[in-house]
């Protein structure tokens, strides 16, 4: 005869002969065995993989597994570290094996920090090479090299690396990046500024930039060269909307099939 042993959290932990009790075996004329404490005479299941047997005070039952195993919410962002399960049972609702990827947004995110923190070095080295009275003609070309190879959803994260609006007779090339009023703007065609040609006085020779991954921004009639892109989200008349569709000019009302509602996280 066997005893089936579980410990204070019922889990199964071992097997072991059990002890007649002579007593009991004297008096009842047959054997009798000593039942110790923290166990059973019923035998437990057979072993399944990621479970164990676990005693629930009438009946063995078997109880997924998962101590030890490393986990992510969907809560998680990238980086996070993962979570460990330390009890019994089966993993918390919506977990996942996989360490989350970054986002659009995220990755957008990651790409301007990056670029900001080269951008404010190439700014220390030619401030000191000026102070020195050296040339700074290499740190500036490649201070415009970077700032021009941003796209425009990560430049919209940085406007201040880019050089404020001037009306001073400044040739402005195509694709070139401006703030004014706080605000970035891009170049639509080449150009000599003039007072009169701000870049909110001249619709044809610049365009704002629309879309801010850290930010739903709201909803602005845009022209051909600063449609809404598949993946953009805008606010519209209290709502989140994001774009279905590449080039989008339309208000979500006017062209529904081109957005979709989405609930702003």
Not at 114 to 119: D, E, F, R, T, V
Not at 164 to 190: C, F, G, M, Q
Not at 197 to 217: H, Q, R, Y
Request: net charge negative.
């Amino acid at each position: 005869m066997n005893v089936y042993k579980y410990n204070d959290n019922g889990e199964y932990i071992g097997t072991e002969e059990a002890l007649l009790d002579p007593l009991e075996t004297e008096q009842q004329e047959k054997e009798v065995y000593l039942l110790p404490a923290n166990a059973t005479f019923t035998d437990p299941p057979a072993e399944k993989e990621c479970y164990v047997n676990v005693w629930n005070g009438e009946a063995w039952e078997q109880v997924e597994d998962n101590r030890g195993v490393e986990y992510w919410l969907p809560e998680d962002k990238f980086g996070a570290p993962a979570r460990e399960m330390k009890e019994l049972g089966a993993l918390p609702e919506g977990a996942t094996l996989t360490p989350p990827e970054q986002t659009q947004e995220e990755k957008n995110q990651d790409e301007a920090n990056k670029a900001k923190s080269k951008l404010n070095s190439l700014a220390v080295t030619a401030m000191m090479a000026t102070l020195a009275g050296g040339d700074i003609t290499a740190q500036k070309t490649e201070y415009q090299s970077n700032i021009m190879a941003l796209s425009d959803d990560v430049a919209v994260l940085i406007p201040e690396v880019y050089p404020v609006w001037s009306a001073d007779s400044v040739e402005y090339k195509k694709d070139d990046r401006v703030t004014y009023n706080d605000i970035l703007y891009r170049v639509l065609t080449d150009h000599t500024s003039q007072a009169s040609w701000t870049p909110t006085d001249a619709p044809s020779l610049f365009v704002k930039v629309l879309t801010s991954d850290n930010e739903i921004l709201d909803w602005e009639q845009p022209s051909a060269d600063n449609a809404y892109m598949t993946g953009d989200k805008v606010r519209y008349n209290g709502k989140v909307y994001e774009s279905l569709i590449d080039n989008n000019v339309w208000a979500p009302d006017a062209y529904p099939d081109g957005w979709k509602e989405i609930t702003e996280e």
